[in-house]
């Protein structure tokens, strides 16, 4: 019996390994410790072995038992893991190959350059406010304090609708909106379309953005501006830019001041883009003249402010290199699809 | 504004300040220096000679061979050859020397001319960048002759000589400032910006005593004098007409005027000096010597200085004699009343104008002069005096005529000095700072503002100061503007800023169009009234209604657009017209109406921004378009839109249009554009346009997300084979499949559509897989066909049957 036991154990052994395929591996695992297999057989027949015999005839048949399962396991590993090998490489793929793909698009230039600057005014407290650009006179001019005989309102100038209908020709409007629905303290911007009537050219279009800035509260002061202004602009770019305010007329603000900033080609050496002073003028700013906030319904002597504006069609430009402001409404995909 | 600063140095002395420090100071005190002109820089090596001896050029007729004197002594005399005819022996010329340069940056060399060595070049006028206006008895083709008037030495250089090394300095003046369009009001803020004195000229026509009677000679009538607060009216006889001094000339060439002659000439120059135009008319012109101002009569006629006759009519103010208008007051003087060669006795004019009468004048008539410029801008009308004073100086000076004393002066102004109360706390507040009264006194002074019992006193010449703000800036100026302090400050309310849902919306919607392919365009907001026809929109469309520009740049431009279509239409257009394939946009546009209901706001026009998506290209479909439109509405978290065929838009081909639906509100149009329309736009691939009201697809937004628990309880699959009529849309089958259903159908999806052999000609069959769960228990099989047949039982409503195999 030991020996038949033996001859078993010896003869699965070579069996196993010489097994290729799992297939035949799961016959074997029957052949001998299936239900009816010839290990399971001797187990069950351990009774017609002598009493003596017995329980070292069961212990062998035991170790021979599971060493032949543990033996059909690692062998069922390995195969196992042969076929996965195989099957990985087989389905092996050319990574490089481009795929068809929807290519995401961008937005505009000027979109982009917008959120850049609603973000870092957001950042330092200024809600985001907008307002029609079909406006009355009355918002446009006269509540800004535009003298009657200024040429901005002449019809060379500013697009009419009727006598008392305008296509804003400044975003102020919006301020005026705000300062008329809002009680101090104010602080807003308000980017937008607006309008005048000049031909298109390189730098010029009857359409064209503009963000504006209002702020008023009590004692505010050219103080708050300078630094609001500063911080605005080193943020957009960068701490080493040069930044000069200097003294400028607006009916709408008193004091009024236009603010340089040293020019971005020559770095304030003076080139011809700057047309030799090494500065650009970037912004029209100022306290809030008296009129105005006395148009909107609030006490000159008790609220003061500031507000200032700006023009994104120019930003846009001098930040990608845009050399004709046509590109912008032109929208070729070829110019498009640069940003 | 032109500014010699030699004429400056007449009344403030800044000659020792770098021209560079000079500019910048003056800019950051507000007048802003555009730019400077050094004259002559272009003139190099260029002296004073003086020809000794004319011989002929051996062997050329036309060339002459010079010996001249360039201050180097009577042995060292260079020899030039020339073909001038107007030279001889004895003339002062200007000579350009060996590696000169003249006018243009031309570089003069020495070199032999036909054999003979010529050491240099004689110049005319021209090749020192001069003109005729500045050397009246020069010849245009010939040397200039340098006349005795003019101090030299030989050799000098010819740019001290001539006076052509002048700075002309341009500055940009605000139209708040008309004081600074003169020599003397840059003078003022000069003056104050270097803190150094400025002299005026003392009047010395006290001693004119002579036995004419002003009123004998010239009498005037005032009927227009709100029009004409003052008229002066002063008088030369014997004038002799000829050129100016050099130094008049020069001045008046610097500040970009011509010289004409001593009369016109020192009308400019007063002009330019003090800001004050000032017109001169010929005594003999004037019938029977009586000047009324009044206004036109319709279609009077007159003349103009420069030849043009215009048309008038009673809202243009004239100098008129008895019988004609003698010249268009403020703007331009009649040519035949005007001064020339025979003039005899002239009438200066120096007069205060309205402003707003000049500029609507000179507006009209389409004639801008130095003079409507500055009255247009307002004038200080209490200088006048001292302006006639100034005019009989220089008529002394320049001996041009005999003064007749006196003057008649019509003056209706009531000129009241301009007081502002000063508050010293309030002037720091504003600024941000903390000037003393003294420092703030002292800047007043500075700029000519005397204070009395805190009360400013504002110069006549400064108008624009009208209340402390004013007075704010003024401190601000000269205090400087980089020297107020910059400093971080809180709002009396802490706030926080955030962008507005809406506005997060639209952020939302743009990057999500961005990312899947669709660039965005921006488009002006106004088009031509053809574009509606271009798009064929029905001619009794309401959107054919849009609000007109009244003055638009022309009719492509003329209409505040009330559909964005055609601005996309044409972008699409565009780029398929330059080669492009495809491509796939989209813009944030806002159309606009006319706001009938005015009560809900006081805006005149209802503007509103539409998302208007655009794509072309031959692999594109309707349903590209579609399923891009539901996505978005997933992403940025709206209802699900609901597509309706819409057969009678005449701008979308009839088969391939929806519109597009919330809640059974229309929010939007979905389609192919129609072929004819293509064609109008020369696109010769399928397009697809969609246009959604944003303001309404974000009234739908999901805004209460709440967590649902995820069901334990497996879900079941049914598909459903049916039949129905060819037409039928199947969205009507979807819809109806999920009003039976309800919450247990968790999905639905169209597996297929099938028209053919299989199913009768009019017919189409149509799979759909339904999976259903329900969220608190298992489905048993029974409770399914139960719904089933409760849903089969409602399609066969609308003839949707079971399909038979």
Sequence with gaps: ???????????????????????????????????????????????????????????????????????????????????????????????????????????????????????IFLGMGFEIASGPEIETVYNNFDALNTPLNHPSRDLEDTFYINNNIVLRTQTSSVQIRTMRDKKPPIKVISPGRV?????????????????????????????DLKWTLETFIKKLYGQDIKIRFRPHYFPFTEPSAEIDISCFVCGGKGCRVCKGEGFIEILGAGLVHPNVLKNCGIDPEIYSGFAFGMGLDRIVMRRFNIDDLRLLYDNDIRFLSQF | MLLSMKWLKDYVDVSDIDIKEFCNRMTMSGSKVEGYRVEGQELENIVVGEIIKIEKHPDADKLLVCQVDIGAGENKLIQIVTAAKNIFEGAIVPVALHKSKIAGGVSI?????????????????????????????????????????????????IKTVLGI???????????????????????????????????????????????????????????????????????????????????????????GLRPINNIVDITNYVMLEYGQPIHAFDLDKINNNNIIIRKATQDEKIKLLDGVEKKLNPDVLVIADETRPLAVAGV??????????????????????????????????????????????????????????????????????????????????????????????????????????????????????????????????????????????EIARFYGYDKIKSKKFNLSINSIAMRTDRQ???????????????????????????????????????????????????????????????????????????????????EIAKEYYFNNNQDNNNNFAIEKEKLIIGSFGKKYSFYDLKSLIENLFDWVEVLEPEFVAQNNNSVFHPGRCADIYINNKKIGTIGQIHPVVSDNYQVGVNVFVASLDIDEIFNYRVTNKLYTPISKFP???????????????????????????????????????????????????????????????TLTDDEIDIIINRVLEKLRTIDVYIRQF
Excluded at chain 1, 8 to 33: P, Q, S, T
Excluded at chain 2, 132 to 149: C, R, S, T, V, Y
């Design chain 2, 715 to 777: 879900s079941v699959t049914r598909d459903l084979s049916l039949v129905c009529d060819k037409d039928l849309p199947v969205g009507v089958i979807e819809k109806l499949i999920q009003e039976t259903v309800l919450d247990i159908l968790e999905e639905i999806n169209l597996v297929d559509i099938y028209q053919g052999e299989q199913v009768e000609k009019s017919k189409k069959s149509v799979c759909y897989s339904l999976r259903l769960r329900n969220s608190k228990k």
């Design chain 2, 109 to 157: 060399k020495k070199g032999k001319l036909r054999g003979v060595m010529s050491e240099g070049m004689f110049c005319s006028v021209s090749e020192l960048n001069l003109t005729l206006n500045d050397f009246p008895g020069a010849i245009e083709d010939g040397i200039l002759i340098i006349d005795k008037e003019y101090n030299y030495s030989l050799g000098q250089d």
């Design chain 2, 332 to 473: 331009m003087g009649g040519e035949d009343s005007g001064i020339n060669k025979d003039t005899k006795t002239v009438i200066f004019e120096v007069a205060s104008f309205d402003q707003e009468s000049v500029r609507q004048t000179s507006k009209k008539l389409g004639v801008r002069t130095e003079s409507s410029s500055r009255f247009e801008k307002n004038t200080d009308g209490e200088f006048l005096t001292t302006v006639v004073d100034r005019i009989c100086q220089l008529i002394k000076e320049l001996e041009a005529g005999e003064i007749i004393e006196d003057h008649v002066d019509i003056n209706n102004s009531n000129n009241i000095k301009q007081e502002i109360k000063l508050d010293f706390d309030f002037i720091n507040k504003r600024l941000g700072e903390e000037l003393s009264e003294q420092e703030i006194k002292d800047i007043l002074a500075n700029i000519f503002i005397e204070v009395k019992d805190n009360k400013a006193l504002v110069p006549s010449w400064r108008p624009d100061l009208m209340s402390l703000a004013d007075i704010v800036e």
């Design chain 1, 195 to 223: 309008y005048r009537s000049d031909d298109v050219d390189a730098t010029h279009s009857p359409v064209f953005h503009q963000l504006e800035g209002l702020v008023v509260d009590k004692d505010i002061s050219m103080s």
């Design chain 2, 504 to 586: 997060k919306f639209k952020n939302n919607i743009m990057d999500f169009m961005a990312s899947q392919g669709y660039f965005e365009i921006q488009t002006f907001s106004f088009i031509s009234p053809k574009s509606y026809d271009k798009i064929n929109l029905d001619k009794d469309q309401e959107l054919r209604n849009s609000i007109n520009i009244l003055n638009p740049l022309g009719e492509d431009t003329s209409v505040m657009r009330s559909t964005a279509l055609p601005s996309m239409l044409d972008v699409i257009s565009k780029n398929y017209n330059n080669q492009n394939q495809e491509g796939n946009f989209f």
């Design chain 1, 1 to 119: 019996m030991k020996l038949l036991l033996q001859e078993i154990h010896d003869k699965a052994k070579n069996e196993v390994k010489d097994v290729f395929e799992l297939k035949n591996l799961k016959d074997l695992r029957v052949k001998y410790l299936g239900k009816k297999g010839e290990i399971t057989q001797i187990l069950k027949n351990l009774n017609t072995v002598g009493s003596d015999e017995r329980p070292e005839i069961g212990k062998i048949a035991n170790i021979v038992r599971s060493d032949l399962e543990s033996l059909i396991a690692q062998k069922e590993k390995e195969l196992e893991d042969k076929i996965l090998t195989e099957r990985l490489e087989s389905e092996r793929i050319d990574v490089t190959i481009k795929n068809k793909r929807v290519k995401p698009a961008n937005l505009h230039p000027l979109t982009i350059v917008t959120r850049e600057l609603e973000d």
């Design chain 2, 165 to 255: 090394d002048d700075i002309i300095i341009d500055f940009e003046i605000t139209p708040n400032r008309p004081d600074c369009l003169s020599v003397i009001g840059l003078a003022r803020e000069v003056s104050a910006v270097f803190k150094r004195p400025i002299k005026y000229y003392k009047s010395n026509n006290q001693d004119i005593k002579n036995n004419n009677i002003i009123n004998n000679i010239i009498k005037v009538t005032n009927q227009e004098k709100e029009l004409c607060k003052r008229y002066i009216a002063k008088a030369v006889k014997n004038i002799k007409i000829k050129p100016s001094p050099r130094f008049i000339r020069e001045r008046l060439r610097s500040s």
